[in-house]
């Protein structure tokens, strides 16, 4: 090995393994590899007012490091190849100082797209570090955790344990909470409609009345539409002009972060977080008829550039395929909205030669369905236009002129890829003048709406046009509030829960800049300077820290409790204090007065969990009967002398596997635990053996070690159990068990800091 390349992610990193010879070896380095610290603030302001960052390595990366570091020594040139954005120039700057190498030193390649070519391409076009990019991104970070290590604790003591705020995260709530607000204090207004039906088959509508033209609120009430009802029986009616005119639909712009989520949110039901994860195996690699390669772009962009090259294939694409007509005479470009980063692509396909009839042999259903959608809208960018025509007739009477419309495509144009489900609503040739009978006419009373509730695609377009956050964290910052439990889906549409008006009137009130989406929009915008190199990152710090920290203090004095507890007038059975009833993340619940001292609390009447289930099962620990309890993972045996005896036992036995444990050959079982599915020893606890992934009756290769079945995000693999063994293998598609669901950060502060 002469050369060593670093990637973040084992799929990256086996995709692009395929493309160079044995002079490269391309490592993972999974991640983030070092961050601020999980146990406390992790920054501190030295007597200049500099902000210095205590970035610490979590103990799990260790090996991963370990592993870098000695890969490092042994190569003649380390290149960093994290993804493109601020997030992996800040990874690639974090490795490099992991690794003890100087940032600047190593050479940094970048591409748009993994293949063979691009990948070529970056190696013989490095560059540095940009230490502007990675200034950014330190400055969100640390503004993330000032927020979200000052603010939540905050929280936490006056309203309830358990909240927390975000820079991003809390001007998000905001929005909901606001349409919730409009939504409670609507109030239905009254109005008519009136359709009328001419010569047996022309639907039309009231467009004026007696010289004044009708708005939709017009008709405000029963009296007003029966007066131009009683009125339009008794007129004649004749043609008074029939106009038709041919229009253009535009062709939609390619894709990027927030459309192709919003897109894949209201056309495949995809939620934000499936669509990245599928983009994400898309963009890594995955197999083609030409083996393993990156079949999208970089899927977090903001761009709407798109590389020549890219375009002339689309351009010899739809010539050949599609025909002239299809073509327009010169390639179509898309303008960025401002503050984008120019430097990357729009979201398409990298081998326009890929169709949608090649991907079905390769592509799993959801990877197919995305795939096509990008496929699809990267053409039709650059197709001509769908030409319509619409016809619009006028029928006049004494005092009513109703109103018909119709329109038929007369070319599909862009339509051909993405699809046109209209049907055309032909209007009848009359002429100027011609009599014309009104054979029936409806009035119908409405009523208006209330503004509806986003979705999790239209609050992401509400966070895009208002500049809160970026493409890397729309997707996140919803996560994390259905994970605080400040919102709930229902029927795909967002609800705030109560302690999100809570929360939010309190910010509202004491901390109006950190839900104001103008604050936030700015913090965006002055990130963007950092990353331009035209302002200084440790200004942005300074600049909000002094200021909130004041309101922080003020507000740890000042804002009053707002957490409940009323007296029950009952006494403690333990203490003899008095009972409190409180609320708590959860509900309510009944509390002792003397707490801490005295921690006794129930359940109120009627929320009590229920008895447990008895059973004439012996506990074969203690002998004391074992029951049958409900928890968040299912029922469960457990004996009735808990908790002085705390054996539980699955209620349903566990899978047994066929494959004997590897460390003492007794029986192994599918078991569950708090962060899922896994695999033991069924001599537990004499023989610890624990796995991840579902333990296969074969051999390494390598090392003769067992192999296991993993299920990752970046996709399925076979993997040799001994850690120092490096061997891995893809899974064949007919043995997969498909994408599993994401799971939720445990890192404490990261779900703050959003």
């Known amino acids: 090995m002469k050369n060593l390349i670093i990637v973040e992610s084992?799929?990256?990193?086996?995709?692009?393994?395929?493309?160079?010879?044995?002079?490269?070896?391309?490592?993972?380095?999974?991640?983030?590899?070092?961050?601020?610290?999980?146990?406390?603030?992790?920054i501190t302001v030295d007597e200049a007012g500099i902000f210095v960052p205590k970035y610490s390595i979590p103990r799990e990366v260790n090996p991963t490091v370990k592993e870098l570091k000695k890969l490092a020594k042994e190569a003649e040139t380390i290149y960093?190849?994290?993804?493109?954005?601020?997030?992996?120039?800040?990874?690639?700057?974090?490795?490099?100082?992991a690794i003890k190498k100087e940032p600047l030193s190593l050479p940094r390649i970048v591409f748009h797209e993994i293949t063979k070519t691009a990948i070529q391409h970056a190696l013989d076009n490095p560059r540095k570090l940009d230490m502007d990019s990675v200034n950014a991104q330190q400055a969100r970070r640390l503004l993330d955790r000032i927020v979200g290590y000052k603010l939540s604790p905050l929280l936490a003591?006056?309203?309830?344990?358990?909240?927390?705020?975000?820079?991003?995260?809390?001007?998000?709530?905001?929005?909901?909470?606001?349409r919730e607000r409009e939504i409670k204090a609507f109030k239905p207004e009254?109005?008519?409609?009136?359709?009328?039906?001419?010569?047996?088959s022309i639907e039309s509508s009231i467009?004026?009345?007696?010289?004044?033209?009708?708005?939709?609120?017009?008709?405000k009430n029963e009296a007003m539409a029966m007066e131009v009802v009683q009125s339009a029986l008794k007129e004649n009616f004749?043609?008074?002009?029939?106009?038709?005119?041919?229009?253009?639909?535009?062709?939609?712009?390619p894709f990027m972060t927030s459309t192709l989520q919003q897109a894949a949110s209201t056309q495949l039901g995809f939620s934000p977080k499936k669509t990245m994860m599928v983009a994400q195996k898309l963009y890594e690699g995955v197999k083609t008829d030409k083996g393993n390669m990156g079949l999208i772009t970089y899927m977090r962009t903001d761009s709407m550039n798109l590389a020549k090259e890219a375009v002339e294939s689309a351009r010899e694409y739809i010539g050949e395929n599609f025909g002239a007509d299809y073509l327009p005479p010169k390639a179509k470009s898309y303008t960025s909205a401002k503050g984008a980063q120019e430097a990357h692509e729009a979201i398409r396909p990298t081998r326009i030669d890929f169709n949608i009839l090649l991907a079905k042999d390769y592509l799993g259903a959801d990877e197919l369905k995305l795939?096509?959608?990008?496929?699809?809208?990267?053409?039709?960018?650059?197709?001509?236009e769908a030409r319509l025509e619409s016809q619009t007739l006028l029928f006049k009477g004494e005092k009513s002129t109703f109103k018909a419309s119709g329109r038929k495509l007369l070319f599909d144009g862009f339509y051909k890829v993405t699809g046109y489900s209209e049907k055309d609503k032909l209007l009848p040739d009359l002429k100027k003048g011609q009599e014309v009978r009104l054979d029936d006419i409806k009035p119908e009373q409405h009523h208006t709406e209330p503004p509806a509730r986003y979705n999790e695609a239209s609050l992401i377009k509400k966070l895009e046009s208002l500049g809160i956050g970026r493409p890397s964290t729309y997707a996140p910052t919803i996560t994390i509030l259905q994970t605080r439990k400040y919102i709930e889906l229902e029927k795909k549409r967002i609800h705030p829960t109560e302690v999100a008006f809570t929360v939010i009137e309190m910010l509202e009130e004491h901390f109006a800049e950190i839900v104001d989406s103008s604050f936030t929009s700015t913090m965006e915008a002055q990130l963007d300077e950092v990353d331009e190199g035209k302002m200084d990152w440790q200004k942005v710090l300074s600049e909000f820290y002094d200021p909130f920290m004041k309101k922080i203090t003020e507000g740890k004095e000042k804002i009053k409790s707002q957490k409940m507890a009323i007296p029950t007038g009952e006494m403690c059975p333990k203490c003899g204090h008095e009972l409190l009833r409180r609320k708590g993340r959860y509900g309510e619940f009944i509390a002792c007065g003397n707490f801490p001292k005295c921690k006794y609390t129930t359940d109120l009447e009627g929320n009590a969990p229920p008895e447990p289930e008895k059973t004439d099962r012996p506990c074969e620990k203690c002998g004391e009967m074992m029951v049958i309890k409900d928890s968040r993972r299912g029922k469960f045996y457990a004996c009735s002398a808990y908790p002085k005896c705390k054996n539980a036992q699955p209620l349903i036995p566990p899978?047994?596997?066929k494959v004997p444990c590897p460390k003492c050959g007794s029986k192994l079982h599918e078991k569950e635990g708090k962060r899922g599915k896994f695999y033991g020893c069924s001599n537990y606890p004499k023989c610890r053996f624990i796995s991840n992934g579902e333990p296969q009756d074969r051999k390494c290769p390598e090392c003769e070690s067992m192999v296991v079945h993993k299920v990752l995000k970046t996709g399925e693999i076979y993997d040799c159990i001994d850690k120092k063994c490096k061997w891995k293998e893809d899974v064949p598609a007919e043995k997969q068990k498909g994408l599993p669901e994401p799971k939720e950060d445990v890192k404490k502060e990261e779900a703050k800091s959003e």
């Open 80 to 97: 960093i190849a994290t993804d493109e954005d601020r997030e992996g120039e800040a990874i690639g700057w974090h490795i490099a100082m």
């Open 238 to 253: 004749v043609v008074e002009s029939l106009e038709k005119k041919e229009r253009k639909t535009k062709t939609p712009a």
């Open 10 to 42: 084992p799929a990256k990193a086996r995709t692009i393994s395929a493309f160079l010879g044995k002079n490269y070896k391309v490592v993972a380095s999974k991640g983030h590899i070092r961050d601020l610290p999980k146990s406390s603030f992790g």
């Open 371 to 384: 795939y096509r959608l990008i496929y699809n809208r990267f053409l039709a960018c650059q197709m001509t």
């Open 157 to 178: 003591s006056k309203i309830q344990k358990g909240l927390s705020a975000g820079r991003v995260q809390s001007s998000s709530l905001k929005i909901v909470v606001d």
């Open 655 to 657: 899978r047994e596997l």
């Open 190 to 200: 009254e109005y008519w409609t009136i359709e009328g039906l001419f010569e047996k």
């Open 207 to 219: 467009y004026a009345f007696d010289g004044t033209k009708l708005e939709k609120m017009s008709l």
